[in-house]
């Protein structure tokens, strides 16, 4: 079986309850779609489970928005990425080493800051910015209108962040692959369009974590409910 989970953001508890409802065998595949990370404090723990994941399964990393600011800020010198760190959850990172985590980011004590996120560091280094099955494209957020038709998407740092005013529901990539992304929270239920399908359920946001079944046909959640997609093209 072949599985694409959503965004996780440290929220181990959701995790470990869909890993559960998910019953995996060795020949499963996982290919989670980024934000592994921040907005929720179980850093350790969820790392963890990630890297005992990548060790007893054939698992794929997409490149998160929060991985892809991480590692700028982080390995290139670039601080002024320090304002998004601040608003968007990543302060919580570091909430279980550091009594006050923001402080090491307003001083942008990157040193302490590598060393506290090794492992999650040596996660984004295995990651990709987008994977190929044989019918779905998975990436974080989304493709622009004029990269559906790229072989070899080009991406742009706004491939990582892009919202629903700039993604195209109704086409497909390539004229055959349906998009499989995160990113973005459309409510405690999955997103299905003919050429889009969201399955960012808002772990980060204390809500549920969720799995597309591709052989299967269905979405399942955290919680054990089930969404059958071949609904949306009957």
């Given at each position: 079986?072949?599985?694409?989970?959503?965004?996780?953001?440290?929220?181990s508890v959701e995790l470990k309850k869909l890993l559960d409802q998910l019953k995996l065998k060795k020949s499963d595949t996982l290919i989670f779609l980024g934000d592994y990370v921040d907005k929720n404090i179980n850093t350790k723990e969820t790392l963890e489970i990630l890297w005992s994941l990548n060790e007893n399964y054939k698992c794929i990393f997409i490149k998160g928005n929060h991985e892809y600011v991480w590692e700028k800020y982080l390995n290139n010198g670039e601080y002024f990425r320090q304002d998004?760190?601040?608003?968007?959850?990543?302060?919580?990172?570091?909430?279980?080493?550091?009594?006050?985590?923001?402080?090491?980011?307003?001083?942008?004590?990157?040193?302490?800051?590598?060393?506290?996120?090794?492992?999650?560091?040596?996660?984004?280094?295995?990651?990709?910015?987008?994977?190929?099955?044989?019918?779905?494209?998975?990436i974080h957020a989304g493709l622009l209108k004029e990269q559906l038709d790229q072989k070899e998407i080009k991406m742009q740092e706004l491939n990582y962040f892009l919202r629903k005013d700039k993604i195209d529901?109704?086409?497909?990539?390539?004229?055959?692959?349906?998009?499989?992304?995160?990113?973005?929270?459309?409510?405690?239920?999955?997103?299905?369009?003919?050429?889009?399908?969201?399955?960012?359920?808002?772990?980060?946001?204390?809500?549920?974590?969720?799995?597309?079944?591709?052989?299967?046909n269905k979405i399942i959640r955290s919680d054990g409910k089930i969404f059958d997609i071949l609904k949306k093209y009957e």
């Open positions: 079986m072949q599985y694409f989970i959503g965004d996780v953001h440290s929220n998004f760190l601040l608003k968007y959850g990543s302060a919580e990172a570091l909430r279980q080493y550091v009594k006050n985590p923001k402080e090491l980011i307003l001083k942008n004590d990157v040193k302490t800051i590598k060393k506290l996120l090794e492992p999650y560091l040596k996660l984004i280094e295995i990651t990709r910015d987008y994977y190929l099955t044989d019918k779905y494209l998975a529901f109704n086409n497909l990539y390539l004229n055959k692959y349906v998009i499989v992304a995160g990113h973005s929270y459309f409510g405690d239920e999955p997103l299905v369009e003919k050429g889009y399908i969201s399955i960012d359920l808002g772990a980060g946001f204390g809500r549920y974590l969720g799995a597309l079944d591709s052989e299967g």
